[in-house]
Nanobody, 129 residues
Framework: EVQLQASGGGLVQAGGSLRLACAASGFTFDDYAIGWFRQAPGKEREGVSGISSSTGSTYYADSVKGRFTISRDNAKNTVYLQMNSLKPEDTAIYYC??????????????????????WGQGTLVTVSS
């Protein structure tokens, strides 16, 4: 059973940093692209960042480029999202998700694959002004 556990959210002042972690279990981690998504109250879910399995190809939404960095440790089955220079508009519930075979899509098209079939519970990030 695919399981994803997101952690690391919290309350931070604008300009601060947080590091989210997505711990995966129950599947062959190397076969999946991992993505981070967020949803703020009253807004649609937004794809924030993604990383392929072995090549390390990455994707960032324009709204977070230059501020967020995604990385993965396949030995620990964990993907991290380092968030710097946080803004109040980054406030949202952050979710991680896994896409089997999504690495090829991300590497080929430079954007998040459309078929994230497994999702973890969210972690709340609140940025105060």
């Amino acid at each position: 059973e695919v399981q994803l556990q997101a952690s690391g959210g919290g309350l931070v002042q604008a300009g601060g940093s947080l590091r989210l972690a997505c711990a995966a279990s129950g599947f062959t981690f190397d076969d999946y692209a991992i993505g981070w998504f967020r949803q703020a109250p009253g807004k649609e879910r937004e794809g924030v960042s993604g990383i392929s399995s072995s090549t390390g190809s990455t994707y960032y939404a324009d709204s977070v480029k230059g501020r967020f960095t995604i990385s993965r440790d396949n030995a620990k089955n964990t993907v991290y999202l380092q968030m710097n220079s946080l803004k109040p508009e980054d406030t949202a519930i952050y979710y991680c998700a896994a896409a089997k075979g999504g690495s090829l899509y991300l590497r080929a098209y430079g954007r998040l694959p459309p078929d994230f079939g497994s999702w973890g519970q969210g972690t709340l990030v609140t940025v105060s002004s």
